[in-house]
């Protein structure tokens, strides 16, 4: 019998929809026609083991037994899992051949090589298992990978750097929060003060731009406008551009911050004639934008619908399992298998029955085209968030699931309308020696924005210049002065916050750092973002005001008390291109961990000795429990009051 595990049901159901008939429906698996098998993991079936599994003196949080650094590794089953991880160990047992069909990325690698180590089979049966990559649940791409099989052998590498990046995470996350919990219990905090490589830099993101906004002073600054009249009356406005003897007045913004400066050149262009030195009208194209994936979605939702990043999850799951609306949505891809081209117009047509978007728009689309987003090369372990096939019959969704659901038809949707074109024009004018520039952007044909209503794209319209030759005899009538104040940086909302994590590249200074961030999913994976947004709320660090998103007095107290490189991203890149490292054979698995286990010494000798002024004073975080999640590992959680 040759058996296949997929990381997830789903998979595991397309897997064998292309297998030999009739199928039998086991409990956790399917037996297909010819006597295989095709079973899943429901994410990862087992998860690191706890300190107190290792020694129950654990159990209590003492200083003088940090670090904790198992000497054998241990998992345990997870416990709404038991069942299937039991079902799936007797099936590799008595399967002849074993074909690890995970994710092809390092996660789903490890997630099918832990359970196949679980099973304990013998190094003969072990060098004989296969693997496959699956990126697409489409039938022929599905077909064409079983027919590409490999030995698993070839991918121990990357399952190696999975179990380093997960075993990091649990050394560094587990010590640390046993070390300055105990260390806040010093200045009074009696709740846990968890730290982590991904939640505590998404902490210190919002405790800076916190403080970013308290500490600012605005300050005016001044533009000054000039209106301009043609011989035929025709009027239009050009703003100044202070010239390089200005730069002592301005700010690093080449804001004016002198009013006389600016009252001055307002004067001197009253009534003055205005000379076109220039005229530049560039066409300009927009394209459709891709398909979303997972934080795309979310951060859209956030911004139409003010829907939190774990609603729109929730959401999403249901779309997926219950409804069977969408294909699957943790995924941190944006683009689709060409395959899935030829199934545009089933597609579309299950959009408008579901109410996924109007008929009138689905007729105006044309299908003919083909946008950038099918495209193998760049399809990896998922694709993009795309509506599937399925039409609903009596069933209808709910109120958010169909705004989620309408969010992703529309996408989809813009792949098949053109390019939003317009041409961009600018006007250069000399006035009394200082230099003008006329902007607008004139609309040629709104193509995909027909979908979104873009109010941007509506005022771009109402902009207008009229008809200008370069040497047309022009008047400015008036120099007028606009009195402006610089304004502190908005708080994080839901929307921009994943943003900033996803590309949190842009808040790191250093080059080389930046490079590998840019290169790396940011800080979190797709599947992981929302829970740890939320995790900061439950554990009293975050808290809501209306759509804005604040540090409490705690979490504020946290990121001033630890070490600053704990709460910066820059962990996050000297892991990935160490992990990436091990992945790729040009380091190992002991070269990466043995450092750190060396720093987590520093860490908490610094731990036991630091300035908790800070938390002096502040509420304890309220008490959380740890919860087991669907999908994959989450970072790991720590019982609510630490034992001292």
């Known amino acids: 019998m040759k058996l296949y595990i997929a990381e997830k049901p789903s998979l595991g159901r397309a897997i064998a929809e292309v297998l030999p008939k009739p199928h039998k429906k086991q409990d956790g698996f399917i037996e297909v026609g010819n006597g295989d098998c095709v079973t899943w993991c429901i994410g990862h079936l087992l998860e690191q083991a706890e300190p107190e599994d290792y020694d129950p003196r654990y159990k209590k949080w003492a200083f003088q037994d940090l670090p904790i650094v198992p000497s054998e590794w241990k998992f345990k089953a997870k416990p709404k899992t038991k069942k299937q991880l039991a079902t799936v160990k007797r099936l590799i047992k008595s399967a002849g051949v074993v074909v690890h ?7 789903g690698q490890l997630l099918v090589d832990e359970v196949i180590q679980e099973a304990k089979l013998s190094k ?3 060098s004989a298992i296969e693997r496959v990559l699956i990126s697409d649940l489409n039938p022929n791409a599905v077909k064409k990978a079983l027919s590409k099989s490999k030995s698993n052998s070839e991918f121990m590498a990357l399952s190696i750097s999975a179990l380093a990046r997960a075993r990091a995470d649990w050394l560094y996350g587990m010590n640390l929060t046993r070390a300055f919990t105990l260390a806040g219990q010093k200045a009074g905090v009696q709740g846990v003060l968890s730290i982590g490589r991904v939640q505590t830099p998404v902490l210190g993101l919002v405790v800076r731009r916190d403080e970013e906004i308290a500490n600012f002073v605005s300050k005016p600054f001044y533009e000054v406008t000039a209106k301009i009249s043609k011989a035929n009356g025709e009027q239009f406005e050009a703003k100044w551009q202070p010239s390089e003897a200005c730069t002592p007045y301005m700010d690093e913004e080449s804001r004016v911050l002198v009013k006389g400066l600016a009252e001055n050149v307002a004067r001197r262009i009253t009534n003055q004639p205005a000379e076109l030195t220039k005229l530049d009208k560039v066409p300009k194209k927009q394209n459709p934008p891709l398909p979303y994936n997972l934080s795309a979605l979310q951060i859209d939702a956030n911004k ?48 408008v029955n579901n109410k996924g978007c109007e008929e009138q ?15 193998d090369k760049k399809v990896e372990a998922h694709h993009a968030i795309i509506p599937t096939k399925k039409s609903l019959k009596t069933a209808q969704l709910g109120h958010q699931e169909l705004q989620v659901y309408s969010l992703i038809c529309r996408q989809y949707l813009a792949q098949f309308y053109p ?18 520039i006329a902007k607008a952007d004139i609309i040629i044909n709104m193509g995909f924005k027909v979908l ?32 402006k104040s610089t304004q502190p940086p908005h708080y994080f909302t839901e929307a921009t916050l994943l943003s900033a994590m996803t590309g949190i590249a842009r808040y790191v200074k250093d080059k080389e750092i930046k490079k590998v961030l840019k290169e790396t999913d940011g800080l979190g994976t797709e599947a992981t973002r929302a829970g740890i947004i939320e995790l900061l709320f439950k554990r009293g660090f975050l808290q809501r005001e209306g759509k804005s998103i604040k540090s409490t007095q705690l979490g504020n107290g946290l990121i001033n008390t630890i070490p600053v490189h704990l709460s910066l991203p820059d962990r996050t890149a000297l892991w990935e291109s160490q992990l990436t490292n091990i992945a790729q054979k040009n380091t190992s698995y002991s070269q990466f961990m043995t450092p750190l286990e060396s720093e987590l010494s520093d860490l908490i000798d610094i731990s036991q000795s630091v300035n908790t002024n800070a938390l002096k004073g502040v509420q304890a975080p309220k008490p959380f429990k740890k919860r087991a999640g669907k999908g994959r590992r989450k970072s790991t959680s720590y019982k609510a009051k630490a034992k001292s």
């Open 101 to 107: 069909a995970g994710d092809p990325d390092r996660e």
């Open 452 to 483: 979104f209503k873009s109010k941007k794209a509506d005022s771009e319209s109402k902009v207008q210049l009229p008809i200008l030759e370069v040497g047309e005899p022009l008047h400015c009538n008036e120099g007028v002065v606009h009195e």
């Open 361 to 375: 728009l689905v007729a105006e689309a044309n299908t003919t085209l083909k946008s950038k987003c099918w495209n």
């Open 304 to 351: 139409r619908f003010s829907m939190s990043a774990k609603q729109v999850l929730d959401i999403c799951q249901s779309l997926y399992e219950k409804h069977k609306l969408i294909t699957y949505p943790r995924s941190d891809n944006r683009y689709l298998p060409n395959d899935h081209y030829y199934e545009r117009s089933d597609v579309l047509a299950a959009m």
């Open 124 to 126: 003969t049966k072990k």
């Open 419 to 436: 390019a939003y074109e317009y041409s961009q024009t600018k006007a250069y004018l000399n006035i009394a020696g200082g230099r003008f």
